[in-house]
């Protein structure tokens, strides 16, 4: 049985998804006037964490298929 498992961001981490999202070249087009629009409730990024037995494993996934791992091992 898994013991308790908590999904969350560190304020490093944080920065940098966000540095990234404002300086990735993506490749998504404009529509509606809103660049890289992905949907009315947007789903442009996606972060995965994978826990495994030497720590958890995060990465983030733009809709284009880049990815960022933002790991902290």
Not at 7 to 25: G, M, P, T, Y
Request: charged residues 15%; proline residues 5%; contains cysteine.
């Amino acid at each position: 049985m898994l013991s308790q498992i908590n999904f969350s961001l560190s304020e490093s981490q944080k920065k940098k998804i966000n540095d990234w999202e404002n300086s990735h070249n993506c490749n998504i087009p404009e529509m509606h006037g809103i660049p890289h629009y992905c949907g009315p409730i947007g789903g442009r990024f996606s972060i995965t964490f994978t826990p495994t037995t030497i720590g958890m494993f995060v990465t983030v996934k733009c809709a284009c298929g880049e990815t960022l791992d933002i790991s902290e091992l």
